[in-house]
């Protein structure tokens, strides 16, 4: 392998060339333009003047001093060079961190939990006071406290229905591709079926049936969005593996005897993640939103629980006159939502080399 | 290209009974005696039930019930609901309205969202390209309700610029803000999609070379740049449809819209199946033709897709 001669394992291409070898370039360079000014062109009078650029103005070629011993960076950590700087990935990654945070621990951020704090009609609709910087609700709850309380059911419900989809979705998609065949014909006509059931009537006529209506919560809501959301993430998981399958390493793989499944799992599915996580990222910000109107149509999670959907609902009725209680739940979701699209838009372009050179 | 039309309506017809036969599974198995609702709180006397059983096949198995069901949704004959309407006339006021409605809105994002995005994707990286972006990115994040209460109570009740809530006839002009509200959301989706597609394509080779023979910059747009940048939309449009029907509940129960959405949501509050099961296969079926629809379109964007 071919190596830079200067040895010393400076990684960095302006650093390679060190302040001696430049001096020795200089003389020559000096040299050679003198030279290129004495030249008389045949047939011509006049000496042409030939410009040449100072030796400083060159560039110093990267390729001569890149240290070609270091393996190649894999597509993660490339990308995580690609992410660590760029603002909108850092606001989102703090803005989805803090709303974590608060999902675990809201009792750092209330003053008095909101489940059992006493809303007292006296402040129904009330202005933002002291200790209660948001307002009232007009049932006179405080705002604040509910929107903290809040974070929990919507980040659990976006989370684990994006989990929900990335696995059975993935593992759809995955099988489909690989296989080919009848079962990816099967597994794509399925995935047509219920993606011609748009996610809001899909779930209106779930909702409807008594083993998900008496049971309205978290975990059923999570279930009826990963059912109809799915085959999203199943044509994208399709399409990657479909991508990589003929790959070289798969071929040489296989011919090293490693079996059919484990090449599946060892070397396609991590090789194919890259588009499903862009668009996971990009999803459990829908399905918060997701959640927030099937909340608001009365067949998200039931009233007991607090979320922003359920909020924003509560709080629509009274919204000419008093919208701070809509503003603030709705503040927040937003902001969540955002930072999970941010995020999924910035993963996108760092996983995907191509998009970057423009 | 017949072959493949043929081809794909093939390939429709298992999708359209499998969500058909999805959804009629699901209703039916909804709570709720339907003789009990048709009687009321005395109760049919039993002659009376088992009239009504024998009428309405009640008592054929399930799958007999949905084969005799489609037979009725093909002939145009959908039965009537358990209070004994004609779903059919029910279908025949509202859907004209929903249909004024879903196109306007499909009028509004495709030609607004093209003209941002395309403006933003030939401009990548200037302040009009980021502010859109941005825009966007709100109008994607916040959900359709609110929105939608936003608009009507600034547009309609402060500004005074549109009726806050559309009249029983619900003409074209009434739908406009109702109609704005529910291609918002896709609205901001197209944008990007076209930005982005524009984008990647404006660095094409073709039109460097489109370009270098000396077309005006205008027609390179139009004809290079553009129509080449259009299939994803046009993906985008149909698929979308899809979530146009689910807004519809939201935005028509907001603005008091007369149409397909308000009935479905009526209808599942009543627990009214089969006019449920009517409204939701048509919207299947209208969904499955439109996206056979941009799939062929796809030949007259880009001639390069040749169907075998």
Avoid at chain 1, 155 to 182: H, K, M, N, R, S
Avoid at chain 1, 184 to 190: P, Q
Avoid at chain 2, 199 to 205: G, L, P, Q, V
Wanted: aromatic share 10%.
């Amino acid at each position: 392998m071919h190596k830079y001669e200067n040895t010393d394992t400076t990684p960095s291409p302006n650093e390679g060339i060190t302040e001696p070898t430049r001096e020795r370039l200089q003389p020559e360079a000096a040299e050679h333009a003198v030279a290129g000014n004495q030249k008389d062109l045949p047939g011509s009078a006049l000496a042409v003047e030939h410009y040449i650029a100072d030796i400083d103005e060159t560039p110093v070629a990267a390729t001569d001093s890149t240290v070609a011993d270091e393996a190649p960076l894999s597509l993660w950590r490339d990308a995580w060079r690609q992410l660590r700087t760029k603002p909108t990935f850092i606001i989102s990654v703090i803005l989805i961190v803090l709303a974590v945070a608060i999902a675990f621990f809201p009792q750092l951020f209330w003053s008095e939990d909101p489940s059992s704090a006493e809303c007292l009609l006296q402040n129904s609709n009330g202005k933002a006071s002291s200790g209660h910087i948001m307002g009232f609700t007009a049932q006179g709850c405080d705002v604040f406290s509910r929107v903290i309380a809040g974070t929990r059911a919507s980040l659990t419900v976006g989370l684990f229905a994006t989990l929900g989809v990335v696995v059975i979705g993935g593992i759809i998609g995955a099988i489909a591709g690989y296989f080919g065949g009848w079962v990816d014909a099967v597994l794509a006509r399925l995935g047509d079926i219920f993606f011609a059931l748009p996610l809001i009537l899909g779930a209106l006529v779930i909702m409807q049936l008594p083993a998900f209506r008496e049971n309205r919560g978290v975990w059923t809501l999570v279930a009826i969005l990963v059912l109809l959301g799915w085959p999203q993430v199943a044509r994208i998981m399709r399409g990657a593996v479909v991508e990589v399958r003929n790959a070289d390493y798969v071929t040489s793989a296989r011919s090293l005897g490693v079996s059919s499944f484990n090449v599946l799992l060892r070397h396609i599915i991590p090789n194919a993640m890259a588009p499903v996580i862009v668009i996971a990222t990009i999803s459990l910000g829908t399905f918060i939103v997701a959640e927030s109107t099937l909340s608001y149509l009365g067949i998200g999670l039931p009233p007991d629980v607090m979320s922003w959907g359920n909020d924003i609902s509560d709080g629509k009725d009274a919204f000419r006159s008093n919208p701070m209680p809509v503003f603030w739940p709705g503040l927040a979701l937003s902001l969540t939502v955002l930072s999970f699209i941010m995020l999924g838009d910035a993963l996108r372009d760092a996983l995907d080399p191509k998009s970057r050179k423009k | 290209m017949l072959w493949y039309l043929f081809k794909r309506i093939l390939q429709l017809i298992p999708v359209f009974l499998g969500a058909t036969l999805l959804v009629y599974f699901l209703v039916f198995m909804l709570p709720g005696d339907p003789l009990a609702a048709l009687c009321g709180e005395k109760g049919c006397t039993p002659g009376v039930a088992a009239a009504l059983t024998e009428k309405y096949h009640l008592d054929d198995p399930f799958l007999v019930q949905y084969v005799n069901y489609l037979g009725g949704l093909f002939t145009g004959d959908l039965g009537v609901n358990f209070s004994g309407r004609e779903i059919g006339s029910i279908l025949e006021n509202a859907f004209p309205v929903t249909a004024r409605l879903a196109i306007e809105a499909l009028v509004f994002e495709g030609i607004f969202g093209v003209i941002f995005g395309l403006y933003a994707g030939l401009k990548r990286g200037k302040l009009f390209d980021s502010t859109v972006l941005v825009i966007s990115l709100i109008v994607i994040a916040i959900p359709i309700f609110v929105l939608a209460f936003m608009l009507q109570f600034f547009v309609g009740v402060r500004l005074g610029l549109a009726k806050p809530t559309v009249s029983g006839t619900a003409g074209w002009g009434e739908l406009i803000l109702p109609a704005v509200v529910l291609g918002l959301v896709s609205f901001a989706y197209v944008l990007r999609l076209t930005r982005t597609s524009v984008a990647e394509n404006a660095n094409a080779d073709y039109v460097r070379t489109a370009t270098a023979k000396g077309l005006t910059r205008g027609r390179v747009i139009r004809v290079h740049i553009l129509r080449n940048s259009m299939i994803p939309v046009a993906t985008f449009l149909g698929a979308d449809l899809g979530a146009l029907m689910g807004g519809a509940v939201v935005t028509e129960g907001i603005f008091n819209v007369p149409g397909i959405g308000s009935q479905l949501y009526k209808a599942l509050t009543l627990g009214d199946a089969p006019t449920v099961v009517s409204i939701v296969s048509i919207m299947v079926l209208i969904f499955c033709v439109a996206n056979l629809l941009v799939d062929l379109l796809y030949a007259w964007l880009d001639p390069r897709i040749r169907y075998a």
